[in-house]
Nanobody
């Protein structure tokens, strides 16, 4: 099993960039697809994007498509979320999560698809 730990959150101006990292403990990191979710105050936690086990497939939600990029480095047991052209509506707590699948290309898009969650990191985008 893995335990994700997020880092890299902070305050950034609109139009700026920020990169979040998610380090996952455990020896089986490459058996998990990884996802990023976010939760703004008073809103449901929503899927942001994910990367498959083999790192060859990525999927993004419409609000972040073209602005956010997910990558993984299995040698470091780490997944990244590069966020560009940030908007105030991107303000949220960002969570990293791990899910398992026999398929090397599957990416979960719902909370129920993920087994292990980090504690979250706050991202605040000022206008």
């Amino acid at each position: 099993q893995v335990q994700p730990v997020e880092s890299g959150g902070g305050l950034v101006q609109a139009g700026g960039s920020l990169t979040l990292s998610c380090a996952a403990s455990g020896r089986t990191f490459n058996t998990y697809y990884m996802g990023w979710f976010r939760q703004a105050p008073g809103k449901e936690r929503e899927f942001v994007g994910g990367v498959s086990r083999n790192g060859g497939s990525m999927y993004y939600s419409d609000p972040v498509k073209g602005r956010f990029t997910i990558s993984r480095d299995d040698a470091k047991n780490t997944v990244y979320l590069q966020m560009n052209s940030l908007k105030p509506e991107d303000t949220a707590v960002y969570y990293c999560a791990a899910g398992q699948s026999a398929s090397p290309v599957r990416i979960g898009t719902m909370r129920s698809h993920y087994l292990h969650w980090g504690q979250g990191t706050q991202v605040t985008v000022s206008s």
